[in-house]
């Protein structure tokens, strides 16, 4: 039998500072530690985007809570994924640059984005987070084809471990996330015991962006 698909809602924001009066909205909502967080950026435009990004989580989730964001409290599980207190509602947050992205779904999920630059992408590297048939694949690729396909299999890989909640401490080459042979995202990987459901996302040519779900998703873009 074919499971039903799981429903994912999908948001989007701008971490830029261009509007202060939100801005100072969304840092209005965060609790001390959170405050504390931003406060220990070293750069200003990193300290905004930070702001930005978990008061737009904060809202979001008020919103689909029914809650007041300012009085919403996390849990961190035992290797640092953040949860919601008292709610069964999953979210994953991620913000790369000026863009935030925000994932809720009734099951674990996560979401990852990336920019795409160019110079952070060597062979060495490469063969560290893919599996050998991936690299094998990737290396003899032509250099603009490769540089876009790390992002695209580098935000794939964080996705599934940050929905399994074991961050690095999942080898990122030790499963796949390229179809075999192939330079495209396959539609579902193995990894930490269970099975994941892989979505490349849209998202702007100098970015990557992809879901990784339990079960099949229906992704729902809000706005």
Aim: with cysteine.
């Amino acid at each position: 039998m074919v499971p039903s698909p799981l429903e994912v809602r999908l948001h989007r924001t701008q971490a830029c500072a261009s509007d202060a009066a939100l801005l100072q909205r969304r840092a209005r909502l965060l609790d001390p530690e959170e405050r504390a967080r931003a406060e220990r950026f070293v750069f200003e435009r990193h300290r905004q985007r930070f702001v930005a990004a978990h008061g737009f989580l904060r809202e979001v989730l008020g919103r689909a809570l029914g809650r007041d964001p300012a009085r919403l409290s996390f849990e961190i599980e035992a290797r640092g994924k953040p949860r919601l207190a008292g709610a069964e509602l999953h979210f994953s947050l991620t913000h790369t640059g000026d863009h935030v992205l925000l994932a809720l779904a009734e099951e674990p999920l996560g979401l990852d984005a990336e920019e795409v630059r160019p110079a952070r992408v060597g062979t060495d590297l490469a063969r560290r987070v893919m599996a050998a048939e991936e690299f094998a694949s990737w290396s003899g690729a032509p250099r603009a084809e490769q540089v876009r396909a790390f992002f695209r299999l580098w935000s794939a890989k964080e996705s599934v471990m940050k929905a399994c909640g074991l961050g690095l401490e999942l080898a990122p080459g030790g499963f796949s996330v390229f179809s075999p042979g192939k330079l495209e995202l396959a539609s579902e990987t193995g990894a930490a015991g269970s099975p994941w459901s892989l979505v490349e996302l849209p998202a702007p040519e100098e970015y990557a962006a992809a879901l990784a779900t339990p079960r099949p998703a229906r992704v729902i873009e809000t706005g």
